[in-house]
C-alpha cells in the first residue's frame, strides 16, 4: 500500500475526519445545555429527561467505551479505558457532591467515586478477556453481556458501601443493571461493524 501524499485526500476525509466528529461535540454540548433549556429541576417531566439523559451518558462513558474497546482490542485496552473513563467520571461527579452536598456527604462519597473506576475498569477488561478479538457475534454478544451484567451487579453492591448511597432496593438494582445489558448486547453490534470495516485488530496466530 503506497503512503498518502499531501494531495491525497477524499470525500470520507471530509465526512468522518471533521464534519461527524464536530457533529458529535455538537450533539454532547447541547445535551450538556438540556436541564438549562427545559428547567424545573429534578421534578416531573423535566426530571424524567434529565434522569434519562444522564443516564445515557454514564453509560457511554463507563459502560460503551471500555466495552467496544475490549470487544475489538483486548482485555488490556478494555481495562485501561475503563479506569482513565471511570476515573474522569468520578472526577465529574466528585465536583457535583462537592458543589450539591454537605461536607459530610462529600467526604463519604468516595466509595460511590470508586465503585465507578472500578466497575469500567472489569467492564473492559473482562469483555475483552471473554471475547479475545473473535469477530464472531454471538460470542461479542455473550461476552459483552456477562461483562456488563457483572460490572452493574458490582456497581450496585459497592454502592451500598456508602452512607452517601441513594441507589437501593430492587428499583435501584435493576436501575444499574438492566441498561447495562442492554448495552452489551449493542455494543457488540458496534464492534461488528468496526470489524467490517477493518477497524479493530484481528487475532493473529501465535
Known amino acids: 500500500m503506497m503512503a498518502l501524499g499531501w494531495k491525497d485526500w477524499s470525500k ?12 458529535v461535540v455538537l450533539v454532547i454540548v447541547a445535551l450538556s445545555q438540556v436541564s438549562s433549556l427545559i428547567g424545573g429541576g429534578f421534578s416531573g417531566s423535566s ?18 467505551v471500555p466495552l467496544l474497546l475490549g ?13 482513565l ?6 472526577l465529574y461527579w466528585s465536583d457535583q457532591f462537592r458543589a450539591g452536598g ?6 463519604s462519597s468516595g466509595t460511590i467515586l ?27 454478544i455473550i461476552s459483552g453481556v456477562t461483562a456488563s451484567a457483572i460490572g452493574g451487579v458490582m456497581l450496585f453492591g459497592i454502592f451500598q458501601l456508602s452512607p452517601s448511597n441513594v441507589v437501593t432496593g430492587l428499583d435501584g438494582f435493576l436501575l444499574n443493571v438492566l441498561p447495562r445489558i442492554a448495552s452489551g448486547a449493542i455494543i457488540p453490534v458496534v464492534a461488528k461493524v468496526f470489524f467490517w470495516y477493518g477497524m479493530g485488530v484481528r487475532k493473529t496466530s501465535s
Open 12 to 23: 470520507n476525509d471530509i465526512i468522518y475526519a471533521i464534519i461527524l466528529p464536530v457533529i
Open 47 to 64: 426530571g424524567i429527561i434529565i434522569g434519562i439523559i444522564m443516564e445515557i451518558e454514564e453509560l457511554t462513558v463507563i459502560v460503551a
Open 71 to 83: 470487544l475489538i482490542w483486548n482485555r488490556w485496552a478494555g481495562g485501561a479505558s475503563g479506569f
Open 85 to 90: 473513563m471511570g476515573s474522569l467520571y468520578a
Open 102 to 107: 454537605s461536607l459530610g456527604f462529600h467526604f
Open 114 to 140: 470508586l465503585a465507578y473506576v472500578v466497575s469500567a475498569m472489569l467492564i473492559g477488561y473482562m469483555a475483552g478477556a471473554l471475547n479475545k478479538r473473535s469477530e464472531d457475534l454471538r460470542r461479542m
